[in-house]
């Protein structure tokens, strides 16, 4: 009779019960793709830092339940696995230590943070791609600069996770995003600015002013697109940015005054009307309507036309 051995599937239940965190790390080498998913889970209760090299190696577990049961462990863990997921982004490298030697890889689609499916070459960068959100759920300061610094990253979706993950740190992100929004590349400008607006503090009110000056047309429209998201916080700095030597700035700050429909910066969008050229005396007028008719106030009559 041929013998055939099989795996002997470890007790989640009795190690999680036992806290054997070691027998649940060895648990995440199973051969059974649910063990792993429970054992990932498990290891998220504890709270131990010895968890988190083990749960960064099933970031590239060819199974999303695994991935994921990972990634939500990972969070749990909190400032014990900030400092290996901030290696993860800031060395690409970093992440061939968490692999088995001789392992081969291939591109394949997988399915990420999120739920959104992603061609990723190897596992390297799926496990960077899931740090940033991670770390977007851990919410450690000491992240938001190497978050910022991922926005200039070669791998998209890297870049994608990390604008997301710094939206949710709030005014901590806020200074490592201004130095972003002088990076030289437009890309990285355009991402921070649109940041800036999803955090939407007043803090960030000044840094996005700024970046009306740009010297590219799309980061300026993205900066004007976050100062409307900031809505009541930006009103009076954008008052203020009518009267602002650069014209782009002018316009620009009518245009979002017109978005965020505050009644106060009627006055000035008129005097910006009066004193401006023809375009910046129709986007103002625009703004003026637009705020009357949101406030419900009627709008005056035309004037007549001048005889010639």
Same mark, same amino acid.
């Given at each position: ?15 999680r019960?036992?806290e054997?965190i ?8 199973? $051969? ?6 429970r ?14 090299? %083990?749960l ?23 400032t ?6 901030? $290696? ?18 291939g ?7 999120g ?5 990723i ?14 770390? =977007? $759920? ?7 600069? %190497?978050l ?20 949710k ?16 590349? %437009? ?7 649109g ?11 000044? %840094? ?5 000056r740009? $010297?590219?047309?799309?980061?300026? =429209?993205?900066?004007?697109?976050a100062?409307i ?30 978005y ?6 009627i006055d ?16 103002a007028?625009?703004a ?17 036309p001048?005889?010639?």
């Amino acid at each position: 009779m041929e013998e055939q051995q099989s795996e002997r599937r470890p007790n989640i239940d009795l190690l999680r019960a036992e806290e054997d965190i070691d027998g649940l790390i060895g648990a995440l080498a199973s $051969e059974d793709g649910l063990t792993r998913q429970r054992a990932a889970l498990a290891l998220g209760d504890f709270g131990d830092a010895k968890a988190a090299r %083990p749960l960064i190696r099933a970031l590239g577990d060819p199974l999303t339940a695994v991935r994921e049961a990972a990634a939500d462990s990972l969070a749990m863990l909190g400032t014990a696995a900030v400092g290996p997921l901030v $290696e993860l982004i800031e060395r690409p490298e970093a992440s061939e230590g968490y692999e088995e030697p001789g392992a081969v890889e291939g591109a394949k689609a997988v399915t990420g943070p999120g739920g959104q499916a992603w061609e990723i070459a190897t596992r390297r960068d799926l496990r960077r791609v899931y740090a940033a959100a991670i770390l =977007g $759920e851990i919410g450690d300061a000491s992240a938001a600069e %190497p978050l910022a610094r991922a926005l200039r990253d070669a791998n998209d979706d890297l870049r994608c996770q990390a604008s997301g993950a710094l939206a949710k740190f709030g005014r901590e992100a806020v200074e490592p995003l201004r130095a972003a929004l002088a990076d030289p590349d %437009p890309d990285v400008r355009i991402v921070a600015a649109g940041v800036l607006g999803d955090i939407g503090d007043a803090s960030a009110v000044e %840094p996005l002013i700024g970046a009306l000056r740009d $010297e590219d047309d799309d980061v300026r =429209g993205a900066a004007a697109g976050a100062l409307i998201r900031t809505g009541s916080a930006a009103v009076d700095r954008l008052i203020e940015a009518t009267k602002d030597a650069d014209r782009n700035v002018r316009l620009y700050a009518a245009g979002a005054l017109k978005y965020i429909g505050d009644p106060g910066a009627i006055d000035a969008l008129q005097a910006l009307a009066r004193s401006g050229d023809a375009e910046e005396r129709s986007v103002a007028e625009d703004a003026i309507e637009k705020i009357r008719m949101v406030g419900g106030e009627a709008a005056p009559e035309p004037s007549a036309p001048t005889s010639r």
